[in-house]
């Protein structure tokens, strides 16, 4: 089993920064890549940004310039630093992983979600 752990969401102005933390812990044998998507009231989930093992990156085109992924192999840990926020961005923000379990196969794990909300 695997867990994802999210942290870090909460209530910001426009304009303010906000970093999300997910730590992956369980029977892991490595973390292909990580990432973050969002949803938001009414939405269909979207991506926001992911992050390989060997840090390639790719973001929403309504992030770019505005929010960085980061990753630490070592703790198993993704981090999304939110700078410029704007209204538009409050969503509940969900942790992803694709990896390989200590059994062998492929799994895309989901955290439980935190909630992002812009707004002055």
């Known amino acids: 089993q695997v867990q994802l752990v999210e942290s870090g969401g909460g209530l910001v102005q426009p304009g303010g920064s906000l970093r999300l933390s997910c730590a992956a812990s369980g029977r892991i044998f490595s973390i292909y890549s990580m990432g973050w998507y969002r949803q938001a009231p009414g939405k269909q989930r979207e991506l926001v940004a992911t992050?390989?093992?060997?840090?390639?990156?790719n973001y929403a085109d309504s992030v770019k310039g505005r929010f960085t992924i980061s990753r630490d192999n070592a703790k198993n840990t993704v981090y999304l630093q939110m700078n410029r926020l704007k209204p538009e961005d409050t969503a509940v923000y969900y942790c992803?992983?694709?990896?390989?379990?200590?059994?062998?196969?492929?799994?895309?794990?989901w955290g439980q979600g935190t909630q992002v909300t812009v707004s002055s």
């Open positions: 992803t992983a694709l990896l390989t379990g200590l059994d062998g196969y492929e799994y895309n794990y």
């Open positions: 992050v390989t093992s060997g840090d390639s990156t």
